[in-house]
């Protein structure tokens, strides 16, 4: 996790300083006019393509996928310095920039999908979103003075020679984030890696389908409109409410930043909270009411305040609701969640800066700073009792059947909410030692979790299999709607079962294709060797063949 967040800090840190340093070549090209559209220019395809991207990173190894982004993204930088360097024409460095910009995507939903896997309950999730948040408020407050202080010294094409090998450092980092073990297991009844074009939709189709997923990516999105109605309205606010030069805007921006470091250390309070979404919509209100207050200042401590809590604001909702979505959403499609978080993110920051400025010119500056903070305060507002219904729907967790249940082949795929809501629906039993707990014949109407001792399958054939702890019984039935096909006794030391009915087991492994996958798969191979005992087929490792 250490290696993570250095290799995270140092990436974004030289993303925001080379990002400011290519608008700086830019200006010096063509002036303000030629910097503005150069931005929407490397902006636009990365709006497009960030959910592409996200896909591939769900297609490939995480262990491999973390170093190798890094190394393009330092490689596309690298070509970008070497093209200022040599004096290219603007064209060739613009085309490099573009792949950079592009590439700029990857790292969020690439650590989205690897912290939920190095995190082994709901409050480590929190506090490693919180680090990770901790590390991306540094890097924006430091990003743009890294590139001041080289800039002093050097020219743009070795400032950017420098955050190439910066990231080619994190790219190095990256290499000891995700250790061999916390990789996802592979399974033989995993679903094929199909084309990226499919992985991408169903990475669509999903947030589209999904409520709760919904509601938190239009709520995140929708906190990005301040951030860039703010990169385009800072130098506004400075000179016509403060009275002050275009330069004082650097200090506005650079109190957001400040703001945004406050919220990851509020945001350490939400460890071990079980309602995050108020923190999501709260932390929402307050930043967009501080935004809206603005209009009314006229002075610059006033205002500096009031962006503190903007920053704040933002980042509490931000750590809050990422946080939500790691446990909302299935491992097969995390990172492809992310990435169309990162693709509204973006475009709400092109949103925000484009609305403010039509507002600004038709309605005047006061104005504009009221219409978005208004409609940043009305949004978690209207989404309220929605929202709430997402936390009404988690429980204390059971860290003990949390474990269990990951252990299992069918149900660690999962996401972490949905294992949450999952434990509270299993009734725990004690079976006494040679008691039946299932009969064949019976009809199947739930199916059970063996969390101490053993259970013996007796086949219809006169085979015997033993089932350990971390094993289960009964879902052939469950998912054939047909009846018992053996008799089930416990050990002659009894058992601990936990018992799940139908309807939830079937809605539990739907979440997930590759649940769902693996559980079809081992149910197909348990009834061919339920019909024949001589049958030797690929069962769970904790399952052993006695006679």
């Not at 919180?130 to 408020?137: A, E, F």
């Not at 004082?248 to 109190?255: D, E, F, G």
Request: glycine share 10%.
């Amino acid at each position: 996790m250490r290696s993570l967040l250095v290799a995270l800090l140092g990436l974004r840190l030289a993303e925001d300083a080379a990002w400011l340093t290519l608008l700086l070549y830019a200006y010096q090209k063509g002036g303000v006019g030629e910097a503005g559209w150069v931005a929407v220019a490397l902006l636009a395809p990365a709006v497009v393509l960030a959910p592409a991207v996200a896909a591939v990173v769900d297609a490939a190894s995480s262990r491999r996928i973390l170093p190798i982004g890094f190394a393009l993204m330092a490689a596309s930088l690298g070509a970008t310095a070497g093209a200022v360097l040599l004096d290219a024409p603007s064209l060739v460095v613009y085309g490099c920039g573009l792949v950079f910009s592009v590439l700029l995507t990857f790292p969020a939903p690439a650590a989205a999908s690897v912290v939920p896997r190095m995190a082994r309950s709901p409050d480590q999730l929190t506090a490693a979103n919180v680090g990770v948040g901790m590390m991306m408020s540094l890097a924006e407050l430091l990003g743009p003075a890294v590139a001041g202080v080289l800039l002093y010294f050097v020219d743009l094409g070795a400032a950017l020679a420098a955050m190439a090998g910066l990231m080619t450092l994190g790219a190095l980092l990256g290499l000891r984030a995700v250790p061999g073990d916390l990789a996802p297991r592979a399974h033989v009844d995993d679903p094929p890696i199909n084309a990226i074009g499919e992985r991408l939709m169903a990475g669509l189709h999903l947030i589209r389908r999904d409520r709760p997923t919904l509601l938190i990516v239009f709520v995140l999105a929708t906190t990005s409109i301040a951030a860039g109605a703010l990169d385009v309205g800072a130098a506004a606010v400075a000179v016509e409410f403060l009275g002050r030069t275009q330069d004082t805007a650097t200090i506005l921006v650079t109190s957001l930043g400040a703001g945004t470091l406050l919220g990851v250390v509020v945001s350490i309070g939400l460890v071990g909270r079980r309602r995050l979404t108020l923190a999501i919509a709260g932390s929402s209100i307050v930043a967009a009411g501080a935004f809206a207050a603005l209009s009314q200042v006229r002075s610059l401590v006033p205002a500096v305040v009031l962006l503190v809590l903007v920053g704040a604001g933002t980042s509490v909702s931000s750590i809050a609701g990422r946080t939500m979505l790691q446990s909302l959403t299935p491992d097969d499609t995390l990172a492809r969640v992310f990435g169309v978080l990162e693709s509204t993110s973006t475009a709400a920051l092109a949103l925000g800066g484009a609305a403010f400025s039509l507002a600004v010119v038709h309605l005047g500056l006061g104005s504009g700073l009221l219409l978005l903070g208004a409609l940043g305060a009305v949004v978690p507002v209207l989404l309220w009792p929605a929202l709430r219904a997402i936390d009404a729907d988690r429980a204390p967790v059971d860290l003990e059947l949390l474990a269990l249940l990951r252990s299992t082949v069918i149900f660690a795929p999962l996401p972490p909410f949905a294992l949450e809501q999952l434990l509270r629906n299993f009734v725990r039993e004690e079976a006494t030692p040679d008691q039946v707990v299932l009969r064949r014949g019976d009809p199947g109407d739930d199916m059970m979790v063996i969390g101490r001792g053993h259970l013996v399958v007796h086949l219809p054939d006169g085979g015997t299999i033993e089932r350990g702890v971390g094993s289960y019984v009964g879902e052939l039935a469950l998912l054939t709607s047909g009846t018992r096909n053996a008799d089930v006794v416990a050990g002659p030391d009894g058992a601990t079962l936990y018992r799940l009915d139908r309807t939830v087991f079937l809605d539990a492994v739907d979440r997930a294709p590759r649940s769902r996958a693996r559980v079809t798969a081992e149910a197909d191979r348990r009834s061919i060797s339920g019909q024949n005992s001589k049958f030797l087929g690929i069962e769970n490792a904790k399952d052993r063949r006695i006679r």
